[in-house]
């Protein structure tokens, strides 16, 4: 609870900023081509374009786009609710039973589950507003996750902090690095063909194996394995689980430092680990949980009442992972819908206030809707961070920009493409600011981690964040200085 509460106050205060430094004034009107000052229907405001029938309150643009940032901000904290107690919850859970590894899940199903706010509201830009405001959404979260997510978590993290595999962020900086050049040369024609983004989804395939085969292939390339540091084990008796460290005979006399051997407890429930992890995975029942004692306690509990409880009486329950009911998938399926429908409202709501104040979807997409959809996959890294878990923390952040870059871009133009028989027409201004800045945000993070020692510092973090404010800069002088010059 208190954790969704720092990052849902944290999303209205981004958004606020950037709302405020956009000069929303009060003397904002409906821009030419919206009509007089004829009565628009809540109806047309729904099915129509926008910028034509713009839906007023009183004769007030200014109140309905105050109305339209309030509510928006209100979508963001539903859309981290259902995603981190619904929707990863019942993909844990049909993961589980299909028997699929961790290194399947991690690379393939929880990158997807914490960006999925990301793909469905291209999807739903792709094929109903094709504003672009979808493909400004990942490219101001994937630059968002590095420059504050792990930006933020270098201050946090204790000096103790777990060292990064080099080898692993190698890997995922160089997939994510090739996604964006793959990217930035498909649309730089202004259009995609379907096989054009057809590639964006096999190259997540490539990524996906690459990860479930790194180790395969780091022991055929080494010739052969010379070193197992643990190996699972299982004894027949209790089914308990134990990791083991393994000896090549021909190293027996090195000096190696042995790890401990790890006990996990038995898989039963009746395990305190067990336990422990039930209640992390469990959905809870937030609408019957006690009133906090704190007066901004109770306010947020009040605020977010009307949605748990929505969410609560309307999504079946998957249980946990030890204890799965027989909903898992009714509850994934009524978990995509709300998504889908949450992200179809900040879409709308974000171009409206676009119309309102006269600023473009991108700029929105890049800004505003980013840091709203980027808190929940930020938040998680800046949890691993203060654990001291920096590799998962990093991990987490490149996984999800590289299923961003390939899957949440590729998949709706590549289904657009197929479904309507034309190429995805995107209407992008000049990419040299965007193209600096993407690869700023791997090649800086990569040599930075590489400059400390593979760990996260809060030099490092200070770096990261000050890009952030010289990429906002930019954003904001492309949009009202450079393209209207």
Not at 104 to 124: H, K, R
Not at 408 to 437: D, T
């Amino acid at each position: 609870m208190r954790t969704l509460a720092k990052s849902a106050i944290f999303s209205l205060l981004m958004v606020i900023a950037c709302l405020a430094s956009l000069g929303l004034r009060q003397d904002l009107t409906i821009p030419e081509g919206g009509g007089g000052n004829e009565r628009r229907l809540l109806k047309n405001w729904i099915v129509n374009d926008e910028c034509e029938t713009e839906f007023e309150l009183l004769g007030n643009g200014s109140l309905a786009a105050i109305i339209f940032i309030f509510t928006l901000a209100y979508v963001f904290l539903a859309l981290a609710i259902v995603v981190d107690e619904y929707f990863v919850i019942s993909i844990e859970v049909i993961l589980e039973k299909l028997k699929v590894s961790e290194d399947v899940a991690g690379a393939i199903f929880m990158a997807g589950g914490t960006s999925a706010a990301e793909l469905f509201s291209n999807l739903i830009d792709t094929f109903v507003y094709r504003s672009n405001i979808g493909f400004g959404v990942i490219y101001g979260t994937v630059v968002f996750n590095i420059f504050v997510g792990v930006g933020y978590s270098c201050f946090v993290c204790p000096s103790d902090v777990k060292t990064c595999d080099w080898k692993v962020m190698s890997r995922d900086t160089v997939w994510y690095m090739f996604s964006i050049v793959m990217v930035v040369a498909f649309i730089w024609d202004k259009k995609v063909e379907w096989y054009e983004s057809f590639i964006l989804v096999i190259l997540y395939a490539g990524y996906a194996m690459n990860v479930i085969f790194q180790a395969r292939v780091e022991d055929w390339i080494c010739g052969g394995s010379t070193l197992k540091p643990t190996e699972l084990k299982e004894e027949e008796d209790g089914g308990v689980m134990e990791l083991e460290e393994v000896e090549d005979p021909d190293l027996k006399d090195m000096k190696i430092d042995k790890a401990p051997v790890v006990k996990m407890g038995p898989r039963n429930d009746s395990a305190n680990g067990s336990a422990e992890q039930s209640k992390n995975t469990s959905s809870p029942d937030h609408t019957h949980a006690a009133m906090p004692v704190s007066a901004s306690g109770k306010c947020f509990w009040y605020l977010v009442w009307p949605i748990r409880s929505l969410f609560y009486y309307t999504i079946p329950q998957s249980g946990t992972v030890e204890h799965p009911t027989e909903k898992y998938m009714f509850s994934f399926a009524v978990a995509c819908t709300y998504i889908a429908f949450l992200s179809w409202l900040m879409v709308k709501f974000a171009t409206s206030i676009g119309c309102i104040i006269g600023v473009g979807p991108i700029l929105l997409g890049t800004t505003f809707l980013a840091i709203g959809t980027s808190i929940p996959d930020s938040m998680s890294t800046i949890i691993s961070a203060k654990k001291g878990q920096g590799p998962i923390a990093v991990s987490n952040t490149l996984g999800s920009n590289i299923f961003d870059m390939q899957i949440a871009i590729g998949l709706p133009w590549f289904l657009f493409s197929v479904c309507l028989g034309q190429p995805y027409i995107i209407n992008h201004g000049n990419m040299a600011g965007p193209i600096l800045f993407l690869l700023l945000s791997a090649l800086v993070l990569h040599f930075g981690l590489s400059f400390f020692g593979w760990k996260l510092r809060k030099r490092l973090g200070f770096g990261l964040m000050t890009l952030y404010g010289l990429f906002l800069i930019y954003v904001f002088c492309d949009e009202f200085v450079i393209s209207r010059s």
